[in-house]
């Protein structure tokens, strides 16, 4: 199979709402009057950000929804997405496999496949989605103040507990294991949710890197600063807790692990009912972890107030 049947075959669907999609040199995108474009894109290495031996539909999915969660983290409403694609060779029944996963999630947010590129290379996969937003009405990093609460969506360190499972440096008990797995291949893009807090939060940001560095994006950019409940937000590591995995390496994992694509954001305390009204709307848990202070640098705490003395990173490729 050639490159352009491997592209109609796959990858070519009518095009719905866009007024042109895959088959010509551009896509045409007609956002509605008003509506600002919102327009974000991330990249997937094998090696990198998945493992060579995960299931191609998990995949599709992972690839899309990794940049659904930074249109979530602007109140974006996803539009359409295009997708460059490095493969070392035409493997079908992958094909097949990846699409479908891709597809499936695409459907769910109603965000068309318009256009991309194909080249053969080492498997490598760049998603490059388009969201509309009311002009001037996107969540941004940079608009949080001393006083705000700080929130999170969903649970945090799941992924980065798999990917240590994997990596065999811990071990867990096969239903955790099986949960955490699923955060890690198939994390949820919290769409709805970030598109309900517009007007209530005053900042937002995904997590992709970690909470302590991806929160730190927030404070940078308000030029804040903010004190963190080391333990707020725990999910499947709560069960990972009970299976004597000590406190400092769930710690790392929630505050540090990265993968979790949940939206950090931050409010005033006065819009604590909108937010969680927020929350309920969108069918997704919503948890208070601290508050943001005028005083720069970020302090984390234990459930009893007291300073937590371990230090936290977050992911970065170059360090
Ligand atoms: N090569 C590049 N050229 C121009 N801008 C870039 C480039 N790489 C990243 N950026 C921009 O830098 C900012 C931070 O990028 P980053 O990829 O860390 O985004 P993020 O949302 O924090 O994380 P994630 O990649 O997990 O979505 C974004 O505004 C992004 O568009
Ligand atoms: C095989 C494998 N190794 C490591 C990780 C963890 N990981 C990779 S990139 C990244 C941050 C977000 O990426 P980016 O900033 O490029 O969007 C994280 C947490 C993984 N998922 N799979
Ligand atoms: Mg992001």
Known sequence: MGEFDLITRYFQRPAKRSPLGVGDDCALLAPAPGMQLAVSCDMLVEGRHFLSTVDPARLGHKALAVNLSDLAACGAKPLAFTLALALPGVDEPWLEAFSRGLFALADEHGCELVGGDTTRGPLNICITVFGEVPAGAALLRSGAHAGDDIWVSGTLGDARLALEAF?????????????????????????????????????????????????????????????????????????????????????????????????????????????????????????????????????????????????????????
Do not use: N, W
């Not at 950019?221 to 590591?237: P, R």
């Not at 640098?297 to 234990?302: A, N, T, Y």
């Not at 009893?304 to 003395?309: F, S, T, W």
């Open 167 to 319: 990596r065999g440096t811990l071990s867990l008990p096969a239903d955790v294991f099986a949960q955490a797995r699923m955060r890690m291949e198939q994390p949820t893009p919290r769409v709805a949710l970030g598109q309900a807090l517009r007007g209530k939060a005053s900042a937002a940001v995904d997590v992709s890197d970690g909470l302590v560095g991806d929160l730190g994006h927030i404070l940078a950019s308000s030029k804040v600063g903010a004190t963190l409940d080391a333990d707020a937000a725990t999910g499947v590591i709560a069960a990972a807790a009970s299976c004597g995995l000590g406190t400092e390496i769930l710690r790392t994992c929630a505050l540090s692990g990265g993968d979790d694509y949940e939206l950090v954001f931050t409010a005033p305390p006065a819009a604590r009912a909108a937010v969680e009204q927020a929350g309920r709307e969108s069918t997704t848990r919503v948890t208070r972890i601290g508050r943001i202070d005028a005083e720069a640098g970020l302090r984390i705490v234990d459930a009893g107030g007291a300073p937590v003395a371990q230090r936290f990173g977050s992911f970065d490729h170059f360090v």
